[in-house]
């Protein structure tokens, strides 16, 4: 049993398509994090939210608290983008996370 | 800040030898984490610390021991190394409550032949 599922787990872009990343989970959440892990690097956390939406830069996550459903958007994909991108949900207000397996975007010049 | 620091990055073992992954973390929070990461499967918990002098243990804790002497370190403990500890290890910290924005070290790469 998955608490965390995304979906696509592989997706290929061309350069400057809008990209969608969905994440659903079946716990009660007290935060959605976005992760992203370039190749053979470490993890950044790139989104904390509970509720609505938060944009950075070409970057933006929504979330639908009723629906248990979260979306990565990035805007004008570039080849920098292409990394393992990783939905968490976090329950309660200490250490208790759920990861999903990732999704790993390849964006071809 | 240096924030959450990892060593080593790389390491290669033989089966039943042990060692010490260190991590540590200069921002003061109280929450630190171990994790592993395998291909095909989400990150997944070995231990954690919710302070100094209080650690428990996650998802996959066998074959490993932690310990938090200080607010700053959460070394882990390999007793005596597995062919199935090969895994890329994560440190992380966060400082809990509402703000759980998890910061993540490096990495550590491990082989255990």
């Known amino acids: 049993k998955n608490e965390v599922e995304q979906s696509p787990q592989n997706l290929t872009a061309q350069e400057g398509e809008f990209i969608t990343i969905n994440c659903s989970y079946s716990v009660g959440i007290s935060a959605l994090h976005w992760l992203q892990q370039h190749p053979g690097g470490g993890i950044v956390s790139l989104f904390m939210?509970?509720?609505g939406k938060k944009k950075h830069g070409r970057l933006i996550a929504t979330i639908n608290i009723q629906e248990k459903h979260s979306s990565l958007h990035i805007t004008a994909s570039h080849p920098r983008d292409s990394a393992v991108y990783i939905c968490?949900?976090?329950?309660?207000?200490?250490?208790?996370?759920?990861f999903g397996t990732g999704t790993s975007l390849t964006v071809i010049p | 800040n240096a924030g959450v620091t990892q060593t080593p990055k790389f390491q290669v073992l033989k089966t039943g030898q042990s060692m010490t992954l260190q991590c540590a973390q200069d921002m003061n929070h109280e929450y630190m984490s171990w994790y592993r990461q395998d291909p095909g499967m989400g990150l997944r918990l070995i231990h954690y610390?919710?302070?100094?002098?209080?650690?428990d243990q996650g998802e996959v804790p066998n074959g490993y021991n932690v310990s938090r002497s200080t607010t700053e370190d959460f070394p882990l403990r390999l007793l005596s190394a597995a062919p199935s500890q090969t895994s890329v290890y994560f440190c992380?910290?966060?400082?809990?409550?509402?703000?759980?924005?998890?910061?993540f070290g490096p990495g550590t790469r491990l082989t255990v032949l």
């Open positions: 610390s919710v302070g100094a002098g209080i650690t």
């Open positions: 968490a949900a976090s329950v309660g207000g200490g250490n208790q996370f759920y």
């Open positions: 992380a910290s966060n400082q809990g409550g509402t703000n759980n924005e998890q910061f």
């Open positions: 939210l509970s509720s």
